[in-house]
């Protein structure tokens, strides 16, 4: 049974839920949605439950799959474009750029303040639901389905999938210290079914280099990485695009053309793409102005262990925040600015 009644009893009776899902889901929304059902049998309840359980949440839904955002979408219209900042919802054709004509390269050629590099890309397969929408035998068919093309990936690609389920608890923890693997650990994504039959039909796919990796059901279907240390975003983002471009050859990936790649999380949603550094700058960090600098230029400043978690040693992991709207190429050039201004900054310059 659905306990969609308590979820909004609970969400109205607080004053606490400051995501853009409280501020969107009105009492007439409410009433027009709460019957709705997606044909992979999503609902309001699989969409909002994260958010009222959580109610720090900051954006507080998520789609219960592909359809959700079409079906419900008197609510996510608005919560995608708050995000995102936009007006209206169009997203541009995907653009990559002149990859082999990139006007930036290594965007701390000192090498003292950026200590690695990653830019990763969500993607979804056309044909599957959602975590809520997803049972077991689904997520394991879809990994199976993934991995047989991952294996035939060749060159500085070729790599080899690890399953979640067997994997030693001393080689995750290695791999998660080391930045390159996912855990269970957020409470968002768990409450909204993110974990269900952990760690059944997840895995991670990597390079020798551990340059290229694909996580397989981890929050999306697929996030496609790519990271090395230093400040190198060109090398990077090219190893990432042909990633993406090998996989496109045998995969669909799921795609409007008004919110681009669709992702589990409306956040990500357009080119789904995330280009970060880990850089030092305790400077700059302490300042006043650095929520006003990271807005300025769109950037986004999280923990050195991902999202909702906190910096260390003045370490801040600074990324895009808009994905939608803009392209690729876009996306990227926009944390470039941001970080290059950050950089500047903490190196002594003065305050625009
Ligand atoms: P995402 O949404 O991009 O997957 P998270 O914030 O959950 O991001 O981070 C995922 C993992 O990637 C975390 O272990 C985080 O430390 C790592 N990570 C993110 N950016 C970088 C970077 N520039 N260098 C090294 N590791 C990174
Ligand atoms: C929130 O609303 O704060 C969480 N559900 C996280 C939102 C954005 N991050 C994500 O999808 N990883």
Redesign the pocket.
């Known amino acids: 049974m659905s306990d969609l009644p308590q979820l909004w009893k609970k969400l109205r009776a607080t004053k606490e839920s400051k995501s853009l899902m409280s501020k969107y889901l009105t009492p007439e929304i409410y009433e027009k949605l709460k019957d709705k059902k997606t044909k992979l049998g999503g609902t309001l309840t699989d969409c909002i439950r994260s958010g009222v359980e959580n109610l720090d949440s900051g954006v507080g839904i998520y789609a219960s799959d592909p359809a959700a955002y079409q079906e419900f979408s008197e609510l996510f219209d608005p919560i995608i474009k708050d995000y995102h900042k936009v007006e209206a919802l169009y997203h541009p054709p995907t653009d990559f750029g002149n990859v082999e004509q990139l006007n930036f390269g290594d965007l701390d050629p000192s090498g003292e303040l950026i ?4 830019v ?1 890309v969500g993607r979804s397969h056309d044909s599957y639901g959602f975590p809520p929408t997803l049972n077991k035998e689904q997520r394991v068919n879809m990994e199976r389905n993934t991995r047989d093309v991952l294996e035939k990936l060749t060159g500085e690609l070729k790599g080899t999938y690890y399953p979640l389920d067997g994997m030693t608890p001393e080689t995750q923890k290695k791999l ?1 210290d080391d ?1 390159f693997l ?1 855990n269970d650990s957020d409470r968002f994504l768990k409450a909204a079914g993110g974990y269900n039959d952990w760690p059944v039909g997840r895995g991670i796919f990597f390079n020798d280099n551990k340059t290229f990796l694909v996580w397989v059901n981890e929050e999306d279907h697929l ?1 496609i990485i790519s ?1 090395q240390k230093g400040g190198d975003l060109a090398a990077v983002y090219k190893r990432l695009v042909s990633g993406i471009q090998e996989l496109e050859k045998k995969l669909q990936f799921a795609r409007l053309p008004n919110l681009g790649y669709l992702t589990f999380c409306p956040s990500n949603l357009g080119t789904a793409l ?1 280009a ?3 850089v030092k700058i305790p400077k700059v960090a302490a300042m006043p102005e650095f929520k006003t600098i990271c807005d300025e230029y769109s950037i986004q400043a ?1 923990g ?4 909702h978690t906190e910096s260390l040693g003045g370490v801040y ?1 600074i990324s895009n925040k808009r994905r939608l709207g803009l392209t690729e190429i876009q996306a990227i050039e926009e944390m470039r600015r941001g970080v290059e201004e950050l950089i500047r900054l903490e190196k002594g310059g003065e305050l625009k």
């Open positions: 200590v690695s590099t990653r990763r998660m930045h996912f996030r990271m995330r970060s550094v880990h999280r050195i262990h991902g999202e992991d």
